[in-house]
């Protein structure tokens, strides 16, 4: 199995911060990987997928990138509505695997 | 508007069966892919498998033995079985849509499911 590897695993930040995640994946994941939002309670919301590629209906402010075998999460400006987890997936190769997920808090 | 919606009982005695449903509208599930995934506190996101209408499914190795997805076109519905359940099976059970095999776009709300005699 594909080991995604994702860090921080919590971040404290505050309205109006650039943030930065990142998932490393154990092999090539050849930029099949999607970023995934979750709040309390509820399911895990697309945001990105094939590393780079907005899903309709998202904010800008999200972007993803790839190199290697790292891939990369970015918020460009945090706004309040943005404080939650997140989540990476490979869909590479079967079984699929997600990351730990990291919690974004407000500072 | 697509939606999922995830029904069947929250709570399984070890050993038996977990059977959960889910209805979905504003999609038909003869067309795209659909599957399942299910999230704890101590394993996190675990992805079960998906079910295409034309082919056969795909089930993580580490459950295939205990897994069957299937799909009710006359419903609407897919579902999940799982076997032989124990107190590790006990999660979140989320299905969800893809609209490629790579990537899911749409889920359900997801239904709490607990193993316990």
């Known amino acids: 199995d594909i080991q995604m590897t994702q860090s921080p695993s919590s971040l404290s930040a505050s309205v109006g911060d650039r943030v930065t995640i990142t998932c490393r994946a154990s092999?090539?994941?050849?930029?099949?990987l999607n970023w995934y939002q979750q709040k309390p309670g509820k399911a895990p919301k697309l945001l990105i997928y094939?590393?780079?590629s907005l899903q309709s209906g998202v904010s800008s402010r999200f972007s993803g990138s790839v190199s290697g075998t790292t891939v990369t999460l970015t918020i460009s400006s945090l706004e309040l509505e943005d404080f939650a987890t997140y989540f990476c997936?490979?869909?590479?190769?079967?079984?699929?695997?997600f990351g730990q997920g990291t919690t974004l808090e407000i500072k | 508007q697509v939606q999922l919606q995830e029904s069947g009982p929250g709570l399984v005695k070890p050993s038996e069966t977990l059977s959960l449903n889910c209805t979905v509208s504003?999609?038909?599930?003869?067309?795209?892919?659909w599957g399942w995934i299910r999230q704890s506190p101590w394993k996190g996101l675990e992805w079960i498998g998906y079910?295409?209408?034309?082919?056969?499914?795909k089930y993580n190795p580490s459950l295939k033995s205990r897994v069957i997805m299937s799909l009710d076109t006359s419903k609407n519905e897919l579902s999940l079985k799982l076997s032989a359940v124990n107190t590790a099976d006990t999660a979140v059970y989320y299905c969800?849509?893809?609209?490629?095999?790579?990537?899911?776009?749409?889920w359900g709300q997801g239904a709490r499911v607990t193993v316990s005699s």
């Open positions: 969800a849509r893809g609209y490629s095999r790579y990537v899911s776009d749409y």
């Open positions: 504003g999609a038909s599930v003869s067309s795209f892919y």
């Open positions: 079910i295409y209408n034309s082919g056969s499914p």
């Open positions: 092999q090539t994941i050849g930029g099949y």
């Open positions: 094939a590393a780079s």
């Open positions: 997936q490979q869909t590479y190769s079967t079984p699929y695997t």
